[in-house]
């Protein structure tokens, strides 16, 4: 669909224009490696802090395409009309004008580091520099003087131009397919401008660009080729412009009538837009059909409802994890057999509250929640009240704090979760999921007592590792046989993942269902093969020959600390596939003097932990 006007003017670019425009991005090298090269990496590493200043300050007084480009759309510096016409060409440079994306202001060159007073601009299309103002919510920062010393600057600035939405570079993560067209490891996200070049609070229906959620699920989404697509939430359209790259359809739908229209250009900027069907409407109204894979940075802030100033793309206008708890009812039902679903989300902890995983009741879909962090109501507040750009110590600061702590008090909410969301609709019948839920069944056993599991005080059964020994289809996609339910929590740095972290989740989902549905006597009959990442530590008193403590280590996956003992630590040391668990206890339990089937049993449950985090894996 083509979005109808929002309440603010929107540009008009047609596709030859945005065309053009990308071959001049990639012939000045705008690109994130590009751009950390031309301000260099601290003024990189300050934007990513949300700081403009020293970037800007390295730009001062350059004038060749790269720079000019980067003050236009990423720093929001007015630049000269000559040197964007040098930077786009004329025609290009025009076309882009009456189109509405940039807009020409007049008067002294603003200072580099300072902030921009904000004035209305010229209605798109309107003839010259001296065009009368239009009176609409379409707002870009006025030319101010220069605050340095009068013999610094000039008197006057010729006619400059501004960018009315920010464009910025993104390097495609790791697994996502790349290589099917010359510099497609870059793609560019149209967005507004925000906090990092304004001080202003940014308007209701802001349309954010790529964060750090919108990254964070980017990086976790699956990657195998399927046929049909979902964004649910589009935003800037960054999961969609991904997902074209290996769904043969994919549909983008969004609330927001503005974000929809800057995803469409954004979809048209990088080429791909006959690929991908935008549609109007909230979660999963505009979508009665079933998708292969369903990608969602979903507005799943927990935000007082009923107050002014509430933002289009984070607040989902349900009470507290409303949204969350529609998206895990609603999710199954829109996967087609063997489909995949990802998304993020807070949810709300409290007396009678449980994990996300008991808010799925369809007993054909798996799903496995990585919990990445956990916040009390005044963190949380604040976090979400500065990302809103609302200044501390203000009157509207103190408002609504007030108000996020009086709503959370309503329900009892003591903290807030956030964390990844994956799902897995089964293809055949489901086996009964009271075995799998999280500390019991397949996990069962797996604690302290049996001589591994997460170290330093991580929930038994929660750990994982390494992508090697994947599990599913003979195509390489995820798929599995049972259904299961399992949540950890996950506060530490991830490891080094070669081949991406989704790749790893995929595996070790594959390996939980595929652990749900094997009994130990299966177990017993497999042979297993160690990571190549895992190393063993062993801890000794000074003087002392026997350690005190045995850790096993890996540096994949979520690198993860296991306690080990002689028993577990022979059985990885021998295993290479050559041997199955169950060959291996009978030898270790006479060179160890103890009964068999005890350890047999002890290695079986040790296993049921150490597979889904990619310690070892099934040979296969």
């Known amino acids: 669909m083509t979005p109808s006007p929002a309440s603010a003017p929107l540009p008009q670019p047609d596709v030859a224009c945005l065309r053009a425009l990308a071959e001049r991005l990639r012939a000045a090298q705008f690109t994130p490696a590009g751009l950390r090269a031309l301000w260099g990496v601290d003024a990189d590493a300050a934007l990513q802090r949300n700081n403009a200043t020293p970037a800007r300050l390295r730009l001062r007084g350059r004038s060749e395409p790269q720079a000019v480009l980067a003050g236009l759309f ?22 882009l004008t009456e189109s509405g994306l940039l807009v020409q202001i007049a008067g002294t060159a603003p200072a580099l580091g300072a902030g921009l007073p904000l004035v209305r601009a010229a209605a798109p299309g309107a003839a010259g520099a001296g065009a009368a103002a239009r009176s609409d ?60 070049t304004q001080s202003e609070p940014v308007s209701d229906d802001f349309v954010l660009g790529l964060g750090g959620a919108g990254r964070t699920l980017a990086e976790i989404t699956p990657r195998h080729r399927v046929h049909s697509a979902l964004d649910l939430g589009t935003g800037c359209g960054i999961q969609a412009i991904l997902l074209a790259r290996h769904a ?37 109204d505009p979508v009665p059909e079933s998708f292969d894979l369903i990608v969602s940075n979903p507005p799943f802030v927990i935000t007082p409802q009923g107050r002014d ?3 289009e793309y ?16 609603q999710t199954p039902g829109h996967l087609r057999p063997d489909g995949h679903a990802v998304f993020l989300g807070n949810w709300e902890y409290g007396p009678d509250t449980v994990d996300p995983t008991g808010r799925v009741g ?6 496995m929640v990585i919990e990445r962090e956990r916040l009390d109501p005044v963190a949380y507040a604040e976090t979400w009240i500065r990302d809103g750009g609302v200044a501390r110590a203000t009157q509207r600061w103190a408002a609504d704090t007030e108000a996020w702590l009086a709503d959370f008090a309503s329900r009892s909410v003591d903290r807030i979760g956030f964390g990844w969301v994956r799902m897995h609709r089964l293809t055949g019948e489901a086996s009964e999921l009271g075995a799998t839920a999280p500390g019991a069944g397949a996990e069962a056993g797996a604690g302290a007592d049996s001589g591994t599991g997460p170290a330093a005080g991580s929930r038994p059964g929660s750990a994982t590792g390494s992508e090697a020994g994947t599990a599913g289809n003979d195509d390489g996609n995820p798929g599995s046989d049972a259904a299961v339910r399992h949540f950890e929590e996950l506060d530490q740095p991830l490891g080094a993942n070669a081949a991406g972290i989704a790749a790893h989740l995929d595996t070790r989902l594959a390996m939980l269902e595929w652990l749900a549905a094997a009994d130990d006597a ?15 530590h062993r801890h000794f008193m000074p003087g002392q020959e026997a350690p005190t403590m045995i850790t096993i280590e890996q540096g994949t996956g979520f690198a993860r600390t296991f306690s080990s003992d002689a028993a577990l630590s022979g059985f990885l040391g021998v295993a290479d596939g050559s041997l199955t668990l169950g060959a291996v206890a009978a030898a270790l339990s006479g060179l160890l003097e103890v009964e068999e089937s005890a350890l047999r049993a002890q290695l079986i449950a040790q296993v049921r932990t150490l597979v889904p985090a990619g310690v070892v894996y099934p040979q296969v």
């Not at 369809?362 to 799903?367: E, G, L, N, P, V």
């Not at 177990?523 to 063993?536: H, I, K, M, Q, Y």
């Open 314 to 329: 984070r607040d989902g206008g349900m009470e507290g994890d409303g949204i969350m708890r529609t998206l895990l009812a």
């Open 522 to 536: 299966e177990l017993a009959e497999t042979a297993f093969v160690r990571s190549g990442d895992v190393t063993e």
């Open 362 to 367: 369809d007993a054909q879909t798996s799903i």
């Open 248 to 284: 043969d359809r994919v549909v983008a739908t969004d609330f927001s009538i503005r974000a929809l229209h800057l995803a469409a250009l954004t979809a048209q900027l990088n080429g791909v837009e006959e690929s991908i069907e935008f549609r109007l409407g909230s979660l999963f």
């Open 137 to 196: 919510s379409s707002s870009v920062p006025a030319a101010q003087d220069d605050p340095a010393p009068s013999a610094a600057r000039p008197a006057a600035s010729p006619p400059r131009l501004m960018s009315r939405l920010a464009l910025t570079p993104y390097a495609v993560p790791t697994g996502v397919p790349r290589g099917q067209c010359p510099g497609d490891e870059t793609v560019w996200l149209f967005s507004d401008h925000g906090t990092l």
């Open 74 to 95: 990423v720093l929001r510096v007015p630049q000269p009309v000559t040197a964007v016409r040098a930077a786009l060409g004329e025609e290009l440079c025009d076309a």
């Open 309 to 311: 100033g509430q933002l």
